[in-house]
């Protein structure tokens, strides 16, 4: 899986040229922009439509919340966390491969690198609330194979 921590549509598809499998930044930055700060969800359908046209195969992407690089949605947005469950089932069922970074089903809120790179060893909880959803969200996905049918709207 490569990287390019950029997030402009034109600059991170073009490296599809070179790397199949790639992070979809852009959609990292819409999904903080959408859930974090309360901007339009209009922005998700923008950025998906972006990268289809600018990137080979927007299904070899990865979608992701959080990752090791930077700080948590939690570090940013701590007051929101229907947004971060919204983030979290976005990132799991939109058009491409979901990455979900460890601790996020416990609710960490690690700021900037290394702070991000919280101790799960301890604080592994499989009743906590969002364990649980994303282990409802990831059953459905499997049984209706999502990634089987194209988005819709």
Sequence with gaps: M?????????????YQNHVAGLFNYPMF??????FGSGQSMNGLKKTLLDMEDKSKDVDALGVFVDNHDNGRFHSYFNDRP???KSALIFALTTRGIPFFYYG??????????PACRESLWT???????????????????KAERVWEYGQTE
Excluded: L, W
Aim: hydrophobic share 30%; aromatic share 12%; with cysteine.
């Design 104 to 113: 996020d089903e416990q609710g960490f809120s690690g700021g900037s690198d």
């Design 123 to 141: 604080h592994m909880d499989t009743s906590a609330e969002i364990y649980q959803m994303v282990a409802k969200v990831n059953k459905a996905r």
């Design 29 to 34: 930055y819409t999904i903080k922009d959408v």
């Design 2 to 14: 490569g990287e390019c921590f950029n997030q402009d549509p034109a600059f991170v598809g073009d």
């Design 82 to 84: 229907n947004q971060f």
